[in-house]
């Protein structure tokens, strides 16, 4: 029974992303205005906005730490109700607000997109993208990010490869403009102000940005962060994490089809044993635990098993340069600490 019950839901999920319904359309715009909501409230509270989280919080005993923790619905409510509050009646915090979330969710919609359009090339059933709400803190960013849900096999090697690029390239263009304006408006402060910033977080600029700011003579050290550089960052951060080789992560896809199932299986182990060292020395060295979320996701990566496609023919020389692309993109968006606390 559940055998059939499972073969009943994805020939249903096969018709969805054949032909959306209304109500198909309605689920997915609804995510997606839900997480624009959240992304917004998400984007004027600290690491990202001015709002400061709570201030007077500074809790140093267990004891301390057990009072915080049990008040901190009642003052979470409080913050986020306040941030919603100065959303609705102070135009610079709206202005600020939605900079953040409709950059951010334009570099995940076309990164999506990017990945609905190859599979509509190769008519492999896919649905639309589904936008990953979070209440905000609890998702830094207010989101989780998008995902779409491929529904049929994968045709050939040639369509995995596609598909699989074609999110990151796609989010990495639409991200590049971001990135500039974001720079163009940064405000600079004095060496002083930068000090007294970055004496909490720390946010690595990864390489593309580092060399957007050499190209228009401008010195990050003494930048003020603002809306549209962060969405930037993070999309860079997302557009790297998708990159790793593992399982069916958008560089898994490419690595499986590039170099086959054995090559795949080894690159998602190495890239597993990699990032845990990272995210160690990334823990003694700058405090962060940040990486450590990675590390569990390349190991819940590492056992899911990838797809194998209908046609097993190597991929041409065309795509193995796009190959090459793709490592370079990688290598502009990847940081090995992205968030510091110092």
């Known amino acids: 029974m559940s055998n059939l019950n499972s073969l009943t839901n994805q020939l249903f999920d096969r018709r969805e992303a054949m032909r959306p319904t209304a109500w198909t359309w309605a689920k ?30 500074d809790p140093q005993t267990w004891t301390e730490i057990f009072g915080f923790l049990l008040s901190f619905p009642a003052h979470y409510l409080v913050l986020v109700s306040g941030a919603i509050y100065q959303i609705f009646t102070d135009f610079e915090t709206l202005k600020n607000g939605i900079s953040f979330s409709a950059s951010l969710l334009v570099i995940l919609t076309a990164h999506e997109s990017g990945h609905y359009v190859a599979c509509r090339l190769y008519g492999v059933d896919a649905t639309l993208p589904y936008f990953i709400p979070l209440p905000p803190l609890i998702g830094p960013a207010g989101t989780l990010g998008a995902f779409i849900k491929i529904v049929s096999p994968l045709p050939s090697r040639r369509a995995t490869f596609d598909i699989g690029v074609a999110g990151p390239i796609a989010g990495f263009i639409a991200l590049i403009p971001i990135a500039i304006i974001g720079l163009l408006t940064m405000e600079q402060v004095s060496p002083e102000q930068a000090v007294n910033a970055q004496a909490g977080l720390y946010f690595s600029d990864p390489l593309l940005i580092q060399l957007l700011a050499r190209f228009f003579g401008f010195d990050m ?80 990566m590492m056992r899911v098993e990838h797809p194998e496609p209908i046609d097993d023919s190597p991929l041409n020389f065309a795509r193995k340069i796009v190959a090459v692309l793709t490592i370079i993109i990688f290598i502009l968006s990847f940081v090995p600490f992205p968030i510091q606390v110092r």
């Open 221 to 300: 050290t003494l930048g003020s962060p603002n809306p549209f550089w962060a969405a930037a960052w993070i999309g860079l951060l997302i557009t790297s994490l998708n990159l790793i080789p593992s399982g069916q992560l958008d560089g898994g896809h490419a690595v499986y089809a590039v170099f086959g199932e054995k090559i795949h299986l080894w690159t998602g182990r190495i890239a597993f044993v990699v990032m845990a060292l990272i995210s160690l020395l990334g823990w003694f060295f700058y405090n962060s635990p940040s990486g450590f979320l990675f590390v569990i996701l390349l190991g819940v």
């Open 28 to 57: 997915h715009i609804t995510l997606l205005l839900a997480a624009f909501f959240t992304v917004t409230v998400a984007g004027v509270l600290e690491p990202f906005g001015k709002i400061p989280i709570f201030p007077n919080a």
